[in-house]
């Protein structure tokens, strides 16, 4: 994992949560772990992990991740067995 993936993921675990993050950070990350990227109608997406699932919204118009979104991916995360 890169550098700049380590970085996002370590955001992504900080308290409080970080509710500046660009959406476009966590799917890169996401990419870089392995996940696999289904496409969904409109602007949904799910990663897919070792049979391990979940379900986002990518954020429009505008770039940066609601918090509840963040702490999905940090559900996620942890599923798949990836902290910081």
């Not at 700049?4 to 959406?23: C, D, E, R, Y």
């Not at 997406?45 to 999905?72: M, N, Q, S, W």
């Amino acid at each position: 994992m890169k550098a700049k993936h380590q970085k996002t993921l370590a955001a992504i675990f900080s308290n409080p949560v970080n509710g500046n993050m660009q959406w476009a950070k966590i799917e890169a990350l996401l990419v870089a772990l392995g996940c696999r990227v289904i496409e969904a109608s409109g602007s949904g997406v799910t990663f897919e992990k070792d049979g391990v699932c979940a379900y986002f919204h990518r954020p429009h118009p505008e770039k940066e991740t609601l918090i509840y979104c963040i702490k999905d991916a940090r559900e996620f995360l942890s599923k798949i067995g990836e902290t910081p």
